[in-house]
Nanobody
């Protein structure tokens, strides 16, 4: 069992930067690949980024590639999502998720993640 708690969301202006964090507790953090997803009310949850267990491999959605960076610190049981050049369309609730399996080709699949945090709101004003 893994418990995930996101933090760092808030209200920013377009073009600003923001870093959200996800702290994990429970079983060995380094045995889990991690992902960030986001959801707007009334829409499906969508993939943002994923990172392998060691942190050596990352994946990004086309909409955020080059602006967002996902990283992890296994010593601190924490993953981060650094978001730069934010746009109003980045406004959403951001969720982190953990999975015990390798990312493989399903890194962006919501249903392949085993544990989820409660989410943190990110709002980007124009």
């Amino acid at each position: 069992q893994v418990q995930l708690v996101e933090s760092g969301g808030g209200l920013v202006q377009a073009g600003d930067s923001l870093r959200v964090s996800c702290a994990a507790s429970g079983r060995t953090f380094s045995s889990y690949a991690m992902g960030w997803f986001r959801q707007v009310l009334g829409k499906e949850r969508e993939f943002v980024a994923a990172i392998s267990r060691s942190g050596g491999i990352t994946y990004y959605a086309d909409s955020v590639r080059g602006r967002f960076t996902m990283s992890r610190d296994n010593a601190k049981n924490t993953v981060y999502l650094q978001m730069n050049s934010l746009k109003p369309e980045d406004t959403a609730v951001y969720y982190c998720a953990a999975r015990g399996s390798y990312l493989g080709d399903t890194y962006s699949t919501v249903g392949r993640y085993d544990y989820w945090g409660q989410g943190t709101q990110v709002t980007v004003s124009s």
